[in-house]
């Protein structure tokens, strides 16, 4: 019950974004921008929660402070590697990884705030991450 708002009905294309942990790029499904009507040259903030520190949103913006979205086959791209560290120290994973974004989005100051499913991140370990070596 208490995922119940983050269900997406069967069939459907999950929405989510991707860290890439060693350059620092944030892949946005295609999804999930068309949700959040992004395209390139929009802006978005990723914003932590003051109380709850380990919940994170995801907000298109016109701040002049926002990150600038890239087109991409997949989505759109953003670059930070202080985001991709900040979100991947909330779950205590030091790889890449996959996260899901709520389906309702809360609306705060006029934004549309989607929060970040941070419990649950789909990891993906480099092929020349030290973890990952080859047994013999």
Not at 36 to 42: A, F, P, Q, S, T
Not at 58 to 82: C, M, P, W
Not at 109 to 123: D, E, Q, Y
Request: glycine share 6%; with cysteine.
């Amino acid at each position: 019950k208490r995922w119940a708002n983050l269900a997406w009905p069967k069939g459907s294309k999950l929405s989510g974004f991707s860290i890439n942990q060693s350059n620092g790029v944030i892949y946005i499904s295609r999804f999930l921008a068309k949700e959040m009507e992004l395209k390139d040259g929009d802006k978005i903030i990723f914003a932590n929660d003051e109380e709850s520190k380990k919940d994170w949103f995801i907000s298109k913006t016109n701040d002049e402070y926002g990150f600038v979205l890239h087109s991409s086959k997949a989505g759109v791209r953003v670059q930070s590697k202080f985001i991709c560290n900040s979100v991947l120290n909330a779950t205590k994973t030091n790889c890449n990884a996959t996260f899901l974004v709520a389906k309702e989005a809360t609306e705060y100051n006029g934004n549309k705030f989607f929060k970040i499913i941070i419990s649950s991140p789909f990891i993906t370990i480099p092929r020349n991450h030290p973890t990952n070596k080859k047994l013999k």
